[in-house]
């Protein structure tokens, strides 16, 4: 059975002690519940990394980093290496978010770079993806996501895949209000398994968890999360709100 997740992605929200009592917040709020039937994930900034590993021991809320370095250590002032983030406890990191490619220029190669090295030290990796809105309007959409996913992605070997969750963001709704209507995120979703399965194979294309991102909230995850190739969301606005983001992670 392929794994259920809703992430949220703090983006640079936060300062410290707003985090650690947020996280605090949150981690009790799924702590009293039921386990949801999604795994719920915040990824922080790298400050609030070891704090909120600390809160969430032994509950039932997952951590993730929001970036890595592309090189494992040394000399590269002002980065955050994957092994670092591994050290405080986080389990996953996000790669290739469309703020990265597009604000600080990380194209494929260098996404894939970081993808590797994160896999190679222990991290599961969140991989995005996603087109613009031109590009869209171009009906180029698909050729776009291959060619991310072909780059950054299908390089690695086939027993790394079980660490990648792929996202499926298109950046024309990332923040804005917009969000894909369930069926364009089902077609897409349902084209990024059909190309995972052609790369390597059903099995790892059934198993593969492919998560939606781009003005996911209560009132629409449900739909989205009810197409038959829609795993689950990467969640921004809306994870800075508890009430949102636990209405999100029980939305299945
Ligand atoms: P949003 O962001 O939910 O605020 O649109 C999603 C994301 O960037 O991961």
Redesign the pocket.
Known sequence: MRKKIVAG?WKMNMNLQEGLNFARSVDQYFREKPAPKAEVILCTPFIHLQGVSEIIKNGKVELGAQNCAAEPSGAFTGEVSATMIKSTGAQYVIIG?S?RRSYYHEDDRLLNKKTLLAINTGLKVIFCCGEVKEEREQGRHLIIIKRQLEEGLFTLPAESMKMIVIAY?PVW???TGLTATPEQAQEMHHYIRGLVKEKYGRECAEEMTILY????KPSNAAELFSKPDVDGG?????SLKKEDFAAIAEAF
């Open positions: 992605n978010h703020e963001e709704a990332i923040g991102g781009g003005s996911c990467l969640i921004g606005g809306a």
